[in-house]
Nanobody, 125 residues
Framework: VELVESGGGLVQAGDSLTLSCATSGITLSNFPVAWFRQAPGKEREFVATIDWSGERTRYADSVKGRFTISKHNAKSTVYLQMSSLRPEDTAVYLC???????????????????WGQGSQVTVSA
């Protein structure tokens, strides 16, 4: 199983950015996928998750209304559209999926088994 993030970069506050998480080794339509982020010196925190069907989503309060998670099962890719970015959104963004296919779409990082390497997002003031 492999997850590869892309799309990060340096943007200004208020800008938009879309991250991609390309998956392989799993049938994405059977698995939930989540995005987490980790800023320097801080714990890894939950950002958003999407269920196997792509119909159910969950967001951290800090990004609700600004970020949108979606998945394209045929492309084996999950996206995180980020708008109205703030300096406090600066972090390494990682996608993750569970060890086995599941109908759940948890927000706890302990529920996720496979992780990507991460993509850096930097938002300047």
């Amino acid at each position: 199983v492999e997850l590869v993030e892309s799309g990060g970069g340096l943007v200004q506050a208020g800008d938009s950015l879309t991250l991609s998480c390309a998956t392989s080794g799993i049938t994405l339509s059977n698995f939930p996928v989540a995005w987490f982020r980790q800023a320097p010196g801080k714990e890894r925190e939950f950002v958003a998750t999407i269920d196997w069907s792509g119909e159910r989503t969950r967001y951290a309060d800090s990004v609700k209304g600004r970020f949108t998670i979606s998945k394209h099962n045929a492309k084996s890719t999950v996206y995180l559209q980020m708008s109205s970015l703030r300096p406090e959104d600066t972090a390494v963004y990682l996608c993750a999926t569970t060890q086995y296919g599941s109908g759940e779409y948890p927000s706890s990082r302990d529920a996720y088994y496979f992780w990507g390497q991460g993509s850096q997002v930097t938002v300047s003031a």
